[in-house]
């Protein structure tokens, strides 16, 4: 069974830090394409970060500079180091990974940057 079981979350001022950690259970993060979603309030849920299999990593326009997407292959956990945070952050953070055969969504984690 598949677990995506997200943390880190939580209320931060702007231009704090936080970072989300993304442990997986039943899958191997290093052979997936791991990725960051989030969705705020009356809007669509949107990429923020991904990794792939390679370690190849891309990012949303609006957090470029400012997040970035890792993995610990031995802890088998995606992390999401959010610095320089603006209230426009404030979301749902979700983890997420595909592969060839699934796609696998976390629970989601609360992220509320206040002004």
């Known amino acids: 069974q598949v677990q995506l079981v997200e943390s880190g979350g939580g209320l931060v001022q702007a231009g704090g830090s936080l970072r989300l950690s993304c442990a997986a259970s039943?899958?191997?993060?290093?052979?997936?394409?791991m990725g960051w979603y989030r969705q705020a309030p009356g809007k669509q849920r949107e990429l923020v970060a991904r990794?792939?299999?390679?370690?190849?990593?891309n990012y949303a326009d609006s957090v470029k500079g400012r997040f970035t997407i890792s993995r610990d292959n031995a802890k088998n956990t995606v992390y999401l180091q959010m610095n320089s945070l603006k209230p426009e952050d404030t979301a749902i953070y979700y983890c997420?990974?595909?592969?060839?055969?699934?796609?696998?969504w976390g629970q989601g984690t609360q992220v509320t940057v206040s002004s």
């Open positions: 039943g899958i191997t993060v290093s052979l997936n394409a």
């Open positions: 997420n990974a595909v592969n060839t055969y699934r796609e696998y």
């Open positions: 990794i792939n299999s390679y370690g190849i990593t």
